[in-house]
């Protein structure tokens, strides 16, 4: 598509969906299907320069009222250091496991590859709550060094590292929990980085952690959609309080966005003789019967909370559901935070349009808003060559900026 006046310059048809968004390198847009393959289409004449097969056969299923592969492959493919890392399958339970490869990108030819499958514990043996073992699919992320994939840690020939595990004492119920630290920061998502559900027990994380099921009400980067530099972390987060066992939302009260810096990590409180964390946010509602200070061997406990402030924070009245940092810009789209007595439900769903706004990345205050005719779809925003781009739940493409 020309980004000048959005005409198209070619179209290229798989054979099942493309879930996220292409990787360009070298004059190749390379990406993955849920049809079990790998693609590289040449970017000046949209013609199929390579495509590689990923799932061990060409076998097909209905998925979601959908024919795919039955080890699908998700459109956006890590390109790290002249290679192109992807994965294929569902879960390390399911169909043989996930199978990985790294490719050569000029012709698709196989440089390194693994299979990640179960593991199948003795089930009759007590564990840690809340972590079984197991691999589930995710598009992968990389600090510059290693690979990740939910909370599996790889290096560059695949191989799987050890994680470091840190205990915690047992709970009221005599379960033993713990959490993992990985070797390096990344971005991680407690459901998949996919997940447009924006369920109140799934977030966001830049982080060495791999949070488990500790909850991040309190925590710094951690949220329902974030973005970083090598600086810092700006984050939106929904669920911003917590009653026993459920993270709360508040529409019409705003939604939380702040920034942190990266050496931020969040931190958990274990009780008595343990550095307090810091109350940070507003008053909270009275709704909130759940304290910062609660000892972790009560059930759950307060999950994940932070030592150190955020550099800024502001309440902002859009559901952010799609955010992009430039420069010295925040973008963040979404819904109205509004609840009309008519139709409660009209901004949540959709029906009243979105919202874009411009924010300081310096100190979170607002620089310019724009209405939208539809709502963005999620992470549906992107920066490129002085544009901003932005995808609708209507199908569209808008593209702002100056022509040139």
């Not at 360009?24 to 495509?51: C, H, P, Q, T």
């Not at 411009?358 to 979170?364: E, P």
Request: proline content about 7%; glycine content about 10%.
């Amino acid at each position: 598509m020309n980004i000048n006046d959005g005409n198209p310059l070619w179209s290229y048809t798989v054979a099942g969906p493309v879930d996220s968004p292409p990787g360009i390198y070298k004059g190749l847009v390379i990406f993955g299907s849920r049809d079990g393959y790998i693609y590289a289409i040449n970017a000046n004449d949209g013609e199929m320069a390579w495509r590689f097969r990923a799932a061990p056969v060409d076998e097909q299923i209905i998925s979601y009222n959908r024919l795919e592969s039955t080890w699908p492959v998700h459109g956006s493919v890590m390109i790290l250091d002249g290679l192109i890392y992807c994965s294929a399958g569902r879960s390390g339970f399911l169909d043989g496991g996930i199978y990985l490869f790294a490719l050569d990108p000029a012709t698709g030819k196989i440089i390194h590859e693994n299979k990640l499958e179960g593991p199948y514990p003795d089930i009759s043996e007590r564990s840690y709550a809340f972590h079984q073992e197991g691999y589930r699919s995710d598009i992968m992320t990389s600090d510059g060094t290693y690979l990740y994939m939910g909370r599996t840690a790889l290096d560059r020939d695949l191989k799987e590292i050890d994680t470091e595990h840190i205990n915690m004492i047992g709970n009221q119920r005599g379960d033993y929990l713990e959490y993992r630290k990985m070797p390096g920061m990344r971005l991680v998502a407690t459901g998949t980085l996919l997940d447009n559900t924006f369920f109140n027990r799934t977030w966001w994380m830049y982080s060495y952690v791999w949070p488990g099921f500790h909850y991040t009400q309190q925590a710094p980067k951690s949220g329902q959609m974030l973005v970083f530099d090598d600086k810092n972390t700006y984050t939106a987060k929904h669920f911003t309080t917590r009653n026993r066992h459920s993270p709360m939302l508040f529409p019409g009260s705003g939604y939380l966005l702040f920034a942190d810096d990266n050496n931020n990590e969040p931190m958990l409180y274990r009780g008595e003789g343990e550095p307090k964390p810091i109350e940070w946010e507003p008053e909270l509602p009275p709704e909130t019967r759940w304290s910062i200070y609660q000892d972790a061997a009560v059930d759950k406990g307060p999950g994940f909370t932070r030592a150190k402030p955020a550099l800024w924070k502001s309440w902002i009245d859009v559901r952010i559901e799609a955010m992009v940092l430039a420069g010295d810009k925040l973008f963040v789209a979404g819904t109205p935070d509004v609840v009309p007595e008519e139709d409660p439900l009209a901004a949540l769903e959709g029906r009243m349009g979105g919202v874009l706004k411009v924010v300081s990345a310096g100190d979170g205050s607002i620089l310019a808003e724009y209405p939208l005719s539809s709502e963005p779809s999620f992470d549906g925003l992107i920066a490129a060559k002085n544009r901003l781009l932005l995808t609708n739940k209507e199908g569209n493409i808008i593209c702002m900026g100056k022509k040139e």
